[in-house]
């Protein structure tokens, strides 16, 4: 790509302000979204203390990394709005990928130890 078509790259301002006011829209349609995530998991109280301990945990995670996902996306989006030309947005495309691929693979393997934890202890005789 030669210099003339990076300096010309720009995003024009009307675009740019719908870009942002439909980002903030998500961020509020997000965050109600979680409001009634976390309401519809506190309806989860109907069962025994173990599960409902377990339940509970994975919940708060399922939740907390959809908090976290959901936000670290809406960051993205907003940096790519600010980006000066196409090899910016690459770059930070790229970024963001790797970063999420990493994130995620964490979260999957703890989802995968908590899910595991709650099953065993549901399992568990009573006594």
Do not use: C, W
Request: charged share 30%.
């Amino acid at each position: 790509m030669n210099d003339e078509v990076r300096e010309r790259f720009e995003i024009p301002k009307e675009m740019r302000s719908m870009a942002e006011a439909s980002v903030e829209h998500a961020r509020k349609t997000f965050e109600k979204f979680v409001g009634a995530a976390q309401t519809a998991a506190g309806s989860i109280e109907e069962r025994n203390a173990t599960v409902r301990a377990g339940a509970r945990d994975v919940s708060s995670k399922a939740i907390t990394y959809a908090e976290k996902n959901v936000q670290a996306s809406l960051d993205h989006a907003q940096l790519l709005l600010k980006a000066k030309d196409l090899a910016e947005v690459m770059r930070l495309q790229g970024e963001y990928v790797q970063a999420q691929m990493r994130v995620l693979a964490e979260q999957a393997s703890e989802m995968s130890q908590t899910v595991g934890k709650a099953a065993m202890d549901a399992a568990k005789p009573r006594a």
